[in-house]
């Protein structure tokens, strides 16, 4: 199984059910601008994609998946003109990623390529980018020497935490070289640890709610599931009291990036909206989706999960082999499945165990108070 400041809208004007194509544009956000650079495109043999040469990654690289874009509905692979019609078919395409991963980001920029190529003109909407670098993400888009390569310097990526700005370099030249908008897809990290202790409307306002589907009850089985990733990813070290407070924090990103996406693709210029982000944003049954499918029902989302290659997964995968829970009802946690070799091969309990402890530690008698 397989694990100056922007213009701004007030959160009133996204109206969730209407169509995508036929809205008029929200607000003149002054995010967007074209510019930049081609991203190369090569292949040595027909059946690797034309991200792969070389990897950048390399353990389990001679899996025979890997490379490979499957269905999660059937387990078949899909070729590039398969995967081209489905990209070009969606309103709102989520595309995933494992943050360090740089195949990943390879992948992503390809994908976005295969949209763009197919005569798409969606924006492009950024986990990693905030509301608090929206100024800097828009005085920089306009200079005439911007591209992609100072684009993450002009908005002090280096400081964010996220991965070294080189990784995520190709989409944005990608992006920028067929004029798509880019626009900040996050709240700041400040604005989620304070949601997550005080509750949403301490951030976003009751007005904030709806825009973002937090006024939406959360199924019971999906907050389990979503906990129990939570208590997954952190190596079962938080204690129990910390889990309100981080599913909160989920929540509201997932509300967040799903706002903007509709933001960005209700744009006079647009014709729908990409996301990129982690792969738990992504996921069609309980993300950024499930939150699209209230906001916008009427909208066609295409989830991608970009996902490292697991060493147990069959040559010839069942659907539920391209599940990461037992369960055999509901939607898959992706539509398609990109595989990649891995970046390492260290189990990360205790490559971040000390990390984990401290961050225990910290958690020990919290909580949130939302839902």
Known sequence: MIGAPPVRCPFALVPPMLPIRRLAALCALALLSPLLLAMPMTSARAADPPWSHPWMTDIRADHPLVGRILDARTGAALDPEAVTERLAGADLVILGEKHDNPDHHRAQAWLLERMVSAGRHPAVVW??????????????????????????????????GWPDWALYQPIAAVALDADLPLLPGNLPRADIRRAAMEGWEAVVGAEGLAPRALDVPFPDALREALGAEILRGHCDMLPESALPGMIAAQRLRDGEMARALLVGANLEETDGAVLIA????????????WVLGHLAPEASVLSVGVLEVPEDLPADPAPADLRDTDADTG????????????????????????????MRERHEGGGGKND
Do not use: I
């Open 127 to 160: 986990e990693m980018l905030d509301a608090g670098q929206g100024a800097a993400l828009a005085d920089y888009l306009v200079r005439p020497d911007a591209d992609a390569p100072g684009l993450g310097p002009a908005v002090d990526w280096g400081e964010s």
């Open 278 to 289: 982690g792969n738990g944003h992504a996921r069609a049954d309980r993300a950024v989706p």
């Open 331 to 358: 939607p898959p946690p992706f539509d398609l499945v990109v595989l990649t070799p891995a970046l390492e091969d260290v189990d990360p309990c205790e490559k971040f165990r000390e990390q984990l402890e401290r």
